[in-house]
């Protein structure tokens, strides 16, 4: 049997950017579900950082008291997974678990996220978030000063070498499945004291999440401390194409097109966070979700006030229309 609920706006996602735009509906005093999966990107990380006045925070505790903070303005929060959408504005449905549940609103956020895509290398994944990093900004202090490797994975992976270059004199540049460097770059590259390494990749050496050597084509190693990967960033789309839009997609990334505010082409529908931002990290993902919240209360308010007015002029309407009706019958009762 489906269960059937009803709100001003659904909210597909509890990460950051989605709690973040439920707190701001809530306390407009719209009535919101968000709909989580409980599977943050973040889950892995021992901490957030560059979150200002939370540095370091467990990414899983900052979750814990957005959701708190969600609820205590009246947020209902759903456990589960959003598996299909359908509908237009004022009038959409979110499936969750199948046929399990049926939201029904008349906005939509998604703050669905995205799917880090990782080489296909061993090793990576089992040290992923822990001592395999793709964020200078993210994890770049915490292995300021050791051995780090940077493995080629596209054209970004040179920019990932300056930047790491930055808090370690010990960076390697495994090329892999980089563009071989040009002559101007293997200058900069020797100017930063970073050495080049072209045989493929075969393999991380791990123990259990910390990363112990690059293994080469041919056998060979180098012990490192930290990897550094660039994957490519594949937003959750499924539910705004089903809604009819169309996503964007590039080498590295696909994503949800919106414009700052998060508007999509699709009527109806926001997206806040990394569904719509691929490189927007923990602190720009919930002022995405402020910012989109905010734009929905302003829409949702825009249409009640239209309302508003049709209902005030309705009797106004109708009373002229009688006494219209009335003159009319009454010019023909003269002969008129």
Same mark, same amino acid.
């Given at each position: 049997?489906?269960?059937?609920?009803?709100?001003?706006?659904?909210?597909?996602?509890?990460?950051?950017?989605?709690?973040?735009?439920?707190? /701001?509906?809530?306390?407009?005093?719209? !009535?919101?579900?968000?709909?989580?999966?409980?599977?943050?990107?973040?889950?892995?990380?021992? #901490?957030?950082?560059?979150?200002?006045?939370?540095?370091?925070?467990?990414?899983?505790?900052?979750?814990?008291? &957005?959701?708190?903070?969600?609820?205590?303005? &009246?947020?209902?929060?759903?456990?589960?997974?959003?598996?299909?959408a359908s509908g237009v504005l004022?009038?959409?449905?979110?499936?969750?678990?199948?046929?399990?549940?049926?939201?029904?609103?008349?906005r939509v956020v998604l703050a669905?996220?995205?799917?880090?895509?990782?080489?296909?290398?061993?090793?990576?994944?089992?040290?992923?978030?822990?001592?395999?990093?793709?964020?200078?900004?993210?994890?770049?202090?915490?292995?300021?000063?050791?051995?780090?490797?940077?493995?080629?994975?596209?054209?970004?992976?040179?920019?990932?070498?300056?930047?790491?270059?930055?808090? !370690?004199?010990?960076?390697?540049?495994?090329?892999?499945?980089?563009?071989?460097?040009?002559?101007?770059?293997?200058?900069?590259?020797?100017?930063? #004291?970073?050495?080049? /390494?072209?045989?493929?990749?075969?393999?991380?050496?791990?123990?259990?999440?910390?990363?112990?050597?690059?293994?080469?084509?041919? &056998?060979?190693?180098?012990?490192?401390?930290?990897?550094?990967?660039?994957p490519r960033f594949i937003a959750?789309?499924?539910?705004?194409?089903?809604?009819?839009?169309?996503?964007?997609?590039?080498?590295?990334?696909?994503?949800?097109? +919106?414009?700052?505010?998060?508007?999509?082409?699709?009527?109806?529908?926001?997206?806040?966070?990394?569904?719509?931002?691929?490189?927007?990290?923990? +602190?720009?993902?919930?002022?995405?979700?402020?910012?989109?919240? !905010?734009?929905?209360?302003?829409?949702?308010?825009?249409?009640?006030?239209?309302?508003?007015?049709?209902?005030?002029?309705?009797?106004?309407?109708?009373?002229?229309?009688?006494?219209?009706?009335?003159?009319?019958?009454?010019?023909?009762?003269?002969?008129?």
């Amino acid at each position: 049997m489906t269960t059937n609920k009803q709100a001003d706006v659904v909210v597909i996602g509890g990460g950051v950017a989605g709690l973040a735009a439920a707190v /701001v509906l809530g306390r407009s005093r719209r !009535s919101v579900i968000v709909v989580d999966a409980g599977q943050p990107r973040n889950a892995p990380s021992a #901490g957030a950082h560059n979150v200002l006045g939370l540095e370091g925070i467990s990414p899983l505790e900052l979750l814990a008291r &957005g959701r708190a903070e969600a609820e205590s303005y &009246g947020v209902n929060i759903v456990t589960g997974s959003a598996t299909n959408a359908s509908g237009v504005l004022d009038d959409f449905t979110i499936e969750v678990d199948g046929e399990a549940l049926h939201v029904k609103a008349r906005r939509v956020v998604l703050a669905t996220g995205l799917i880090d895509e990782l080489p296909a290398v061993p090793g990576i994944e089992a040290a992923w978030g822990h001592s395999v990093l793709h964020c200078a900004f993210c994890h770049g202090w915490e292995v300021r000063d050791q051995r780090i490797a940077v493995l080629g994975c596209n054209e970004n992976s040179f920019h990932q070498v300056l930047l790491f270059s930055q808090l !370690s004199d010990d960076v390697t540049f495994f090329i892999h499945d980089a563009p071989n460097p040009t002559d101007e770059q293997r200058e900069q590259l020797a100017a930063l #004291g970073v050495d080049v /390494v072209t045989p493929r990749v075969e393999r991380l050496l791990v123990e259990g999440t910390q990363v112990r050597a690059v293994e080469i084509e041919g &056998g060979r190693s180098f012990e490192i401390d930290a990897a550094v990967v660039a994957p490519r960033f594949i937003a959750r789309t499924a539910l705004y194409e089903a809604l009819g839009g169309n996503r964007t997609t590039s080498p590295f990334f696909e994503q949800i097109p +919106a414009d700052p505010r998060g508007t999509t082409a699709v009527p109806g529908v926001w997206a806040a966070g990394n569904a719509s931002e691929i490189m927007t990290m923990v +602190a720009a993902s919930a002022a995405s979700g402020v910012t989109v919240g !905010s734009a929905v209360h302003g829409d949702l308010a825009a249409a009640d006030l239209a309302q508003a007015v049709r209902a005030r002029r309705k009797p106004f309407s109708a009373a002229m229309e009688a006494e219209n009706c009335e003159a009319i019958l009454g010019d023909r009762r003269h002969g008129i």
